[in-house]
């Protein structure tokens, strides 16, 4: 009998939710759809694309789009299937077997399972009990653990934090470690490193069309470092990764910038709104639960009953997300935060606390 090895024999495939829920919260995607005419100007673009030839592999349409979008040159960009592909890649072909890889949890939980697969060696330098990064501490302890690889999301998922540039800059100018830092919701903030990627030899950024841009069913993530990293990572992903399609879509979902940008302020909106609906409820139901102060479209609650919370908005058709005993919940359009919101307190008040 063939026997799976070590590293893969226990692992179980990624489990969505499944079921049909009206109201989706779970999964910190855009509540917002794509207008109207762009959607024909990428019907009209898959109409034509070259489908009996293979993609261009450096997307190079879909670069420009990207590197304009944001203000950069585009001999800093890679483009992957997601961010999520990336971070595969960043894993396994920065990381020999064995060396160390540090994350600070609480972060995004695919980070830890792609170094797993890479058999690297997880290091932890835990959050604050006030969701915030000990940038000394990481320093520290990245130096002492002799890390050569440090992974983590800024603003974060789940914590909805971030840290400022500023503690950012220290952070990587103070190790020798490559760093990842995951910008997959700056988008909704205003501490980016994107423009000043090149003067750093240690740092890769990574950016996606999932979240403020509407775009997670194309699966575009981008990477974007100093040239000789990119060079790097050009030659280390796979040469097709990206289908026509995918590159003809988001090139034209990213040269419609105005959009862009407005998708972002109305998201930030609906997630001050929730936020600030929330706060009252605080005040209404003192010491039930407690809140971070989000820089995502997401906000991150920290509450006794969580899981029961969980299951009774699961029952009225209200999907968000359980970890642990925290519940993260996307910012959504007015009704849906409101549907939310409703049901949230009516819980509350019925549990025992
Ligand atoms: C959603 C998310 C991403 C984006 O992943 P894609 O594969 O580009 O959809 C990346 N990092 C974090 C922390 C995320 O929450």
């Not at 794509?34 to 997307?59: C, K, M, Q, V």
């Not at 835990?126 to 000394?136: E, S, Y």
């Not at 575009?220 to 995918?246: D, E």
Request: proline share 5%; hydrophobic share 45%; glycine share 6%.
């Amino acid at each position: 009998m063939y026997e799976l090895n070590e590293k893969i024999r226990d692992l179980t495939p990624y489990d969505p939710i499944t079921g049909s829920y009206p109201i989706r919260l779970d999964a910190n995607e855009s509540f917002l759809s794509l207008p109207e005419e762009l959607r024909a100007r990428i019907g009209e673009a898959a109409a034509h694309a070259a489908f009996n030839r293979y993609p261009d592999p450096l997307a190079s349409e879909l670069t420009s789009a990207f590197a304009d979008f944001y203000g950069i040159s585009p001999d800093l960009v890679t483009v992957g299937d997601g961010s999520d592909e990336l971070l595969s890649l960043l894993c396994n072909a920065f990381l020999m077997k064995g060396e160390s890889m540090m994350v600070l949890p609480p972060d995004f939980s695919m980070y830890a399972f792609y170094a797993s697969i890479a058999e690297a060696r997880v290091v932890t330098c835990p959050k604050g009990a006030d969701l915030t990064i000990d940038v000394d501490a990481v320093i520290k302890k990245a130096r002492e653990e002799n890390v050569r690889l440090i992974l983590f999301s800024n603003p974060c998922n789940p914590a909805s934090t971030g840290l400022s540039r500023e503690n950012v800059r220290r952070l990587i100018r103070s190790v020798s470690a490559l760093v990842v830092l995951d910008e997959a919701y700056m988008d909704f903030w205003d501490q980016s490193l994107l423009q000043e990627v090149e003067s750093y030899d240690n740092l890769i950024i990574l950016r996606t069309c999932s979240k403020a841009l509407g775009g997670a069913a194309l699966r575009l993530g981008f990477a974007v470092a100093a040239p000789r990293l990119t060079r790097a990572l050009r030659a280390v992903k796979s040469p097709y990764n990206i289908g026509s399609l995918a590159q003809a879509a988001g090139a034209l979902l990213l040269r419609e910038k105005e959009w862009g940008r407005e998708a972002a302020r109305r998201i930030v909106a609906s997630r001050e709104s929730l936020q600030q609906k929330l706060r009252e409820l605080q005040e209404e139901l003192p010491g039930r639960f407690s809140m971070a102060e989000s820089c995502t479209n997401f906000v991150y609650l920290d509450v006794p009953q969580a899981k029961a919370l969980y299951q009774g908005l699961l029952a009225r058709g209200i999907a968000i997300r359980l970890m642990g005993d925290h519940l993260r919940v996307t910012a959504g359009s007015e009704q849906e935060n409101e549907s939310f919101l409703q049901a949230f307190r009516a819980l509350l008040s019925e549990v025992e606390v």
